[in-house]
């Protein structure tokens, strides 16, 4: 058979039951707030090196993308040619755009190691343009070969000397090679700083999973204290909780 309680004894073990649920609580948060900070702290060091990152890409690919002149508003300008110089390359000589092309060009006289066989090529025909900040408007007037067949490099010193004008020159091998090294630099520093961030997104939701988790559920005590309200061996409790005491 079953018997109720005394009113004080049944508020004694709610009083108990209720007490002591805040405890378990609070150490289960407490370990979950340690977790979400270290989380949290975790994804903003993370992203903080990727934006390194990426300042260090846009500078790589700034750095590729500007032009490495060999001389700058000069009237001589040479350059050394190895075994290893790709013959389609050369030097490119440019000049102010003020200046008349077919003048500029005559004026020009390449010194080629051996026997000269005609190494500056005019391209007033068909002339490039480059416009720079600090020198303004430049034309490609000629370029100087390094190969008299177009097939086998003539390695040594090339001097291009100018009587008319100012020139500008650039090693386009060296040109190209600054430019392919600086964007690859530059793509390689970029997906880098994407899969931080990606990494860094995911830290952030775990670290929300782990705040959004929902406390544990409150057990019954041993004693059978029952809220109010629930039946009881076919009674409802009013009033007061009651406790349902073992078998007899």
């Not at 190209?176 to 880098?192: C, E, P, R, T």
């Not at 952030?204 to 999973?209: E, K, M, N, R």
């Not at 782990?210 to 057990?219: E, K, L, N, T, Y």
Request: proline residues 5%.
């Amino acid at each position: 058979s079953s018997s109720n309680v005394s009113p004080a004894t049944s508020a004694n073990n709610l009083q108990r039951f209720v007490s002591a649920q805040p405890a378990s609580h609070s150490k289960t948060m407490g370990q979950c707030n340690k977790t979400v900070k270290a989380l949290l702290c975790a994804s903003l060091v993370v992203t903080l090196v990727g934006v390194i990152l990426m300042i260090v890409a846009y500078v790589k690919g700034r750095e590729g993308i500007e032009i490495d002149w060999q001389a700058t508003g000069v009237r001589e300008s040479a350059f050394w040619v190895k075994d290893d110089y790709q013959p389609t390359c050369g030097m490119a000589v440019y000049a102010k755009e003020v200046e008349e092309c077919t003048d500029v060009v005559k004026g020009i006289d390449v010194d080629t190691p051996g026997s000269d066989w005609g190494a500056l090529v005019s391209l007033c025909a068909s002339s490039g343009q480059i416009l720079t900040e600090e020198y303004g408007m430049l034309n490609e007037v000629a370029h100087v070969t390094v190969s008299s067949d177009g097939q086998t490099v003539v390695p040594g010193k090339y001097t291009v000397r100018s009587s008319v004008a100012d020139i500008w020159t650039i090693d386009w091998c060296s040109e190209i090679d600054d430019y392919v090294g600086g964007i690859l630099s530059a793509v390689g520093y970029f997906y880098s700083a994407v899969v931080l961030f990606i990494i860094s997104c995911v830290l952030c939701c775990v670290s929300c999973c782990c705040s959004a988790q929902s406390p544990p559920q409150p057990q019954a005590p041993a004693g059978g204290v029952m809220v109010i309200g629930q039946p009881v061996e076919g009674q409802v409790a009013m009033g007061r909780p009651v406790a349902v005491s073992g078998p007899c």
